[in-house]
């Protein structure tokens, strides 16, 4: 009869704490994902544009910089593309305008090129050829948007598909951030 | 057991003892004995071995054919190729990016160091209970009329089974970034620098002083050479003209060794063409400058100093 009750105990001990912590647990609620490099400055990225022109993320110092990895079979990406084609004519009336990269994530430089033709979008497309991006930024799939700040720090992680005026929205409270 | 003569049970008790030195003993040699060089295709093998593929159920990245795999095969072989991070460090390289779940091999540390700690725990618990059970067949009463033994033994199994766990964690476990012997990302060059232009705004001396560090170690490093140069053109100003004279001779030098090393380093042809114009007074040069700067696309920060100064040098030169 003891035991049973010492283990009727440490069963609603075990539950309640259980409860304690899904109650305090920080939800995914946020836009943001989680990465260890959020906060910490941004990965070395020495690539060519598929128009051959050589690209240094740490030479892009001084602005923001929009990461957008991309593959043009992926169906989030021809989803979000007319997304970031707003994002980007908005951003390009500014003085300090986001510059906006596409990163190619296994595919094609001509498939590419088709596909931004048909869709839209003047930005530079980087080449990613063996992956060392993705890795560099811990990229698995695509579509994922990475937001940069001027000092070189990496201030966001955006995981699938972008929905409309997300990123408007998200950059302006960084600016905002990072100008109080 | 009370009729086996003294000298039998010594010698029962040194043959325990031979035993469980030689156990240990060759357990020692197992963990720390050097397996010989290992080919850099042996390397990649093992490394890949131990990291998960990201977007797969239960495949490594050794055997998955999957794109992320893929990506972090070549990084790994890029990695052993360069030969600055040991096995662990690339391991630690690829967990960081892509989060502890892409570790095969747990971590030694944390809740993962339970898959460590515990089957330790469970052998010294079951040979703890196989001793009780084995006095308790030899001597009966000791056993049922004192609790001395039992505590003893629980508290034995605790030390033994928590304090093998521990070396084993320790001995197997995955290290975690900041446990490799190079440091962690915060004591690199690029953090080194994202510190001290975050530092320029408020700090200058500060910032001039990370970017000295940044130049012991890479002297060749354009950004620091540039930035250092800037920052100490815009601090002389404050001062003399004697050491504004020292300080535009210095950083207009530091300018030209950065494009030396990059001649198409966009801030440095920037911030060349300002200081020849605002502290040299030469509008011929600067235009030249600045027109070259503008034509590699600095950044907005840059571009926006650099293009209401063009309207200032093109009047002057009016």
Redesign the interface.
């Known amino acids: 009869m003891k035991a049973a009750r010492l283990g009727a105990l440490i069963s609603a001990l075990v539950l309640a704490a259980l409860v304690a912590v899904l109650v305090v647990s920080d939800g995914e609620s946020d836009i943001g994902a989680?990465?260890?490099?959020l906060g910490?400055?941004?990965?070395?990225v020495n690539t060519t544009t598929i128009d051959d022109q050589t690209f240094d993320l740490?030479?892009?110092?001084?602005?923001?910089v929009v990461l957008n990895f991309f593959n043009s079979t992926c169906v989030p990406c021809i989803a979000e593309h007319p997304t970031l084609v707003e994002f980007a004519r908005g951003e390009s009336t500014r003085?300090?305008?986001v510059?906006l990269y596409t990163v190619v994530?296994?595919d094609a430089d001509a498939a590419v090129r088709d596909f931004f033709a048909a869709n839209g979008g003047d930005w530079p497309k980087l080449r990613d050829a063996?992956?060392?991006i993705?890795?560099?930024?811990?990229?698995?799939?695509v579509p994922e948007t990475w937001i940069i700040d001027?000092?070189?720090?990496v201030r966001l992680r955006i995981i699938g598909q972008l929905a409309g005026g997300v990123l408007e929205s998200q950059m302006t409270r960084l600016r905002e951030a990072s100008s109080s | 057991m009370n009729g086996t003569p003294p000298q039998h049970r010594r010698r029962q008790r040194a043959a325990w003892v031979a035993i469980i030195v030689s156990a240990l003993a060759l357990l020692l040699f197992g963990t720390v004995r050097d397996t010989g060089p290992l080919t850099q295709q042996d390397r990649i093998d093992s490394v890949t071995k131990r990291i998960a593929c990201p977007t797969c159920d239960g495949e490594s990245v050794y055997v998955s054919r999957a794109s992320a795999a893929e990506s972090i095969r070549a990084e790994v072989a890029r990695q052993v190729g360069d030969g600055v991070r040991t096995d662990d460090e690339i391991v630690a390289y690829v967990a960081e990016r892509f989060g502890g779940q892409v570790l095969l091999v747990p971590r030694a540390t944390g809740l993962d160091a339970l898959v460590w700690i515990l089957p330790p725990l469970v052998t010294a618990a079951l040979l703890g209970a196989l001793w009780l059970a084995f006095r308790r067949w030899r001597a009966p009463s000791v056993a049922t009329t004192t609790r001395r033994p039992l505590i003893v033994a629980l508290a034995l199994v605790v030390v033994v089974g928590v304090g093998g766990g521990v070396l084993v964690a320790r001995q197997s476990g995955q290290r975690l970034p900041l446990q490799t012997l190079t440091g962690g990302i915060e004591d690199s060059t690029a953090s080194l620098l994202a510190q001290a232009r975050l530092a320029s705004g408020t700090d200058v001396a500060s910032a001039i002083e990370l970017y000295d560090r940044v130049l012991v170690t890479d002297p060749d490093n354009v950004e620091a050479i540039t930035y250092r140069a800037w920052l100490v053109m815009l601090s002389a100003r404050q001062f003399d003209e004697d050491l504004q004279r020292q300080a535009y001779g210095a950083s207009v030098a530091a300018f030209g060794r950065a494009l030396e090393l990059e001649p198409s380093y966009a801030d440095a042809l920037c911030f060349l063409g300002i200081v020849v114009f605002r502290d040299g007074g030469d509008a011929e040069s600067s235009r030249e400058f600045l027109t070259r700067c503008l034509a590699g696309a600095p950044p907005a920060e840059v571009k926006g100093l650099v293009e209401s100064l063009l309207v200032e040098v093109e009047a002057a030169l009016d």
């Open positions: 989680r990465s260890p490099l910490q400055p941004a990965p070395a740490a030479r892009r110092k001084g602005s923001w003085a300090d305008g510059e994530n296994d063996d992956g060392a993705a890795v560099a930024f811990g990229v698995a799939k001027p000092n070189g720090f």
